[in-house]
């Protein structure tokens, strides 16, 4: 069905066109899976007046990252080691390299750190401890900055700095409408550094436009050590010239914590199949709500996967339930090019656990999604996967693991196969709770499952539809599977065609709905974002990823959906 096919590239696929001076930077077709990278952009103006001559990276009169003095520490002579931006006329030395610092510099005040206001150029990086990133030997910036990147800079001291001045340039007409970043302290790894806090980056209108972003710092820092710039959320986060460091106070937004153990909230009916039926609390009892994006950063729309995004859809929306669309694999490319669970387990699974607690904090459910299309190729990581959640969450009846989101080639004995391992994973861990199975064809084979059911009390089984393209045919399917006993659940729906494109179809939506409610079918819209498709989006560009959202930020699809959920 080449409709459907298309529908599939669309919506796991970033459009990016990158319009840039400088050799090194191209465009990527669209249904391409990962942003390209942004490095070797026209320079701009990047240097400061009066910065030392040096070598970088200790290419001259010292070697790379060595022991010399900690980066803009005065010499002997009182003269910033070369690399930092100083007032005067700096002779020749290393960058992070044990030669000594040559004549000429601003000399510091006493009794004033020697790094405040100093400018740390982006290319002056320790490249054995940063990854992910675009850069061009012989550049004046760094870029191909998404989820995971991080550049480090070696002997930094932040005695006396209280913020920091982020010198970058973004197009957020190329990739998402905003990037997150962080500042860690002490190395790269999030779990093991110190996060002294994160911002937002927007547009500056283009990759060669730069502008100044100040970021503070969350606690006062005394000494040498290691500073790291991670990318956290969006995509194409900026393209970095350099830093300053200050000695005034600035703001940020926030810390992100990979540690979030479940919380308390109320307690909720449990969900139980019933015949042909998954009820919510008894006869008659069916749940609708919405499905955030991929979690990846690839798509940008990890943005939205927050505790006031989630918290919003549960008291503005009325939304009974959300679903966490955990980017896993996309079944079309390497993996690699992803940035899934399979390749960035930690921020991923993050993502899906912020999504969890806040829909337990606010008594809603929660479909914890593995959002693949050839999880049979690895089932070993999915058991992993679902054994951890089970683990976490197996005690609140408010979650439902769906173990596979759309197969693309894989029949149902393949399928079956696959969630007769997933399953006993789950239920080692969690004896009751909900658990879907997806069905062929990009969930739409209902009635093939429903000739060889899994074995399991508690097991229902995945339709899609996008309301425009699919009809009565699908509806047929549904119903020949729910008469041959099996119970469904629609995880996602759009309202337009599969493809993405075009208006709402309001009439072939309330058929489906019809359907649904008559069936006592519960449901998710597809999706929380702001990406620009019809079916995909129920955001208009630049939504805040905090809720919040009047009609006026709604897409005409987000508004046919959101009067859905209110009334279910």
Known sequence: MSSHRQYLLRRTALSVVLTCAAVGCGAQDEGADAPPPFGGFSPGTTMTPGNPAGSQNGQTNGSPNGSGAPLGAPSSEGNPVSGLSGSGTGGAGSINGQGSAGAGGAVAPPGVPSMLDAVIE??????????????????????????GSVL??????????????????????????????????????????????????????GWDQYQ???????????????????????????????????????ENDGVTSFNLPPPQGPAVPP?????????????????????????????????????????????DWNAQIVRAAMAVDNGDT??????????????????????????????????????????EQNTDAAVAFF????????????VIYEIYNEPVNAGWPQIKAYAERVIPAIRQRDPDNLIVVGTPFYSQQVDVASQDPINDANVAYTLHFYAATHGDDLRNRATTAMNNGIALMVTEWGTTNADGFGQPNQGATQQWMNFLNANNISHCNWAVADQGE????????????????????????????????QSW
């Open 334 to 375: 390497p993996i690699d090019q992803v940035g899934g669970y399979l390749t960035r387990p930690l921020d991923n699974k993050r993502n899906v656990q912020v999504v969890v607690n806040a829909a337990i904090e606010s008594g809603i459910y929660v479909i914890i999604d593995y959002h693949a299309h050839a999880a």
């Open 122 to 147: 982006a290319e002056a990086f320790n490249p054995a401890a940063s990854t992910d990133i675009d850069f061009t030997p012989g550049g004046v910036n760094v870029g191909g900055f998404n989820v």
């Open 152 to 205: 480090c800079f070696d002997n930094i001291d932040l005695t006396g700095v209280q913020s920091i001045d982020v010198f970058y340039a973004r197009n957020a007409a190329d990739v998402s409408s905003s990037g997150r970043f962080a500042v860690l302290w002490g190395g790269a790894d999030v779990t093991q550094a110190e996060n002294l806090g994160e911002r937002l980056t927007g547009d500056t209108g």
């Open 534 to 565: 019809g079916s995909a989006s129920a955001l208009l560009r630049g939504a805040s990823p905090l809720g919040g959202w009047g009609d006026a930020q709604l897409t005409a699809s987000g508004r046919l959906v959101k009067g859905i959920v």
């Open 387 to 398: 054994s951890e959640m089970a683990t976490l969450y197996g005690a609140y009846e408010n």
């Open 271 to 315: 969900v139980r199949v019933v015949g042909n039926e998954v009820q919510f609390g008894g006869p008659g009892t069916s749940v609708a709500g919405s499905s955030f994006f991929w979690s990846n950063g690839a798509f940008g729309q990890d943005l939205f996967y927050t505790a006031e995004a989630v918290r919003w859809l549960a008291q």
């Open 212 to 250: 100044t972003v100040n970021i503070g710092l969350n606690r006062a820092v005394t000494g040498v050590g290691q500073l790291c710039v991670r990318g956290m959320r969006g995509n194409g986060i900026f393209v970095l010239d350099k830093l300053t460091l200050r000695g005034t106070p600035g």
